[in-house]
């Protein structure tokens, strides 16, 4: 995974990073986000490139205390450059409305990957390291108090393990200091009913991590 000083390097829209003058302030972004939306727009720097419709950057509060991450955009987000558009993301709303959020409002959504795979196929290795700038580009502008992490893909990203989906949840890890909660991707739980009462019990841990930071 690229480090912090990597990101606006790799991406080549500006210089990695600039210093502030005050301790307090520490690093802050060399770009914002028309340049991050440009960059996923007009990124060639894997295939997916070649077969998507557009790229999905992500959607909602800019400076949300809130980040929800999911795996990549599928055939609805392709065509609407939107992610969570379709029956997934109406039960990842309700899912946000069962613990008082919703998509515009304290809470920004994007994907591991900004570009669909074709046939919705599980994304390679190679197209995780391409796009792994651009997330974390992300991360830095909205600076989220709390990572709500969508499914065993997002959450083996993020923490990079191997480790299955039943052995991540249920508890708080940390994604560069940030708490981060694993969920099941809603995508899966259309298939899966059952699972519906897990992932509530995800978003209560999560609600209450929130609420002690």
Request: hydrophobic content about 40%.
């Given at each position: 995974?690229?480090?912090?000083?990597?990101?606006?390097?790799?991406?080549?829209?500006?210089?990695?990073?600039?210093?502030?003058?005050?301790?307090s302030?520490?690093?802050?972004?060399?770009?914002?986000?028309?340049?991050?939306?440009?960059?996923?727009?007009?990124?060639t720097?894997?295939?997916?490139?070649?077969?998507?419709?557009?790229?999905?950057?992500?959607?909602g509060d800019?400076?949300?205390?809130?980040?929800?991450?999911g795996?990549?955009?599928?055939?609805d987000?392709?065509?609407?450059g939107?992610?969570?558009?379709?029956?997934?993301?109406?039960?990842?709303?309700?899912?946000?409305?069962?613990?008082?959020?919703?998509?515009?409002?304290?809470?920004?959504?994007?994907?591991?990957?900004?570009?669909?795979?074709?046939?919705?196929?599980?994304?390679?290795?190679?197209e995780?390291?391409?796009?792994?700038?651009?997330?974390?580009?992300?991360?830095?502008l909205?600076?989220?108090?709390?990572?709500?992490?969508?499914?065993?893909?997002a959450a083996?990203?993020?923490?990079?393990?191997?480790?299955?989906?039943?052995?991540?949840?249920?508890?708080v890890?940390?994604?560069?200091?940030?708490?981060?909660?694993?969920?099941?991707?809603?995508?899966?739980?259309?298939?899966?009913?059952?699972?519906k009462?897990?992932?509530?019990?995800?978003?209560?841990?999560?609600?209450?991590t929130m609420?002690?930071?």
């Amino acid at each position: 995974m690229l480090s912090r000083d990597d990101v606006y390097k790799e991406l080549g829209i500006g210089p990695a990073w600039r210093l502030r003058d005050t301790a307090s302030e520490a690093r802050a972004p060399a770009c914002g986000w028309d340049e991050l939306s440009d960059a996923v727009a007009h990124c060639t720097r894997c295939r997916l490139s070649e077969t998507r419709t557009q790229g999905v950057l992500g959607v909602g509060d800019r400076d949300a205390d809130w980040l929800v991450i999911g795996e990549a955009p599928g055939a609805d987000e392709d065509r609407l450059g939107e992610p969570f558009v379709g029956k997934a993301g109406k039960l990842l709303d309700a899912m946000l409305a069962s613990i008082g959020l919703a998509r515009d409002n304290n809470v920004y959504i994007t994907n591991v990957l900004k570009s669909r795979p074709p046939g919705n196929r599980d994304p390679e290795p190679g197209e995780v390291a391409a796009c792994m700038p651009y997330l974390l580009a992300q991360i830095e502008l909205v600076k989220p108090k709390l990572i709500l992490a969508l499914g065993r893909f997002a959450a083996q990203s993020l923490l990079a393990t191997g480790a299955p989906l039943a052995s991540l949840r249920g508890r708080v890890h940390a994604f560069r200091t940030i708490p981060l909660v694993v969920t099941y991707h809603p995508a899966y739980l259309l298939r899966s009913l059952p699972d519906k009462a897990r992932a509530w019990e995800d978003l209560c841990l999560a609600r209450r991590t929130m609420q002690r930071l």
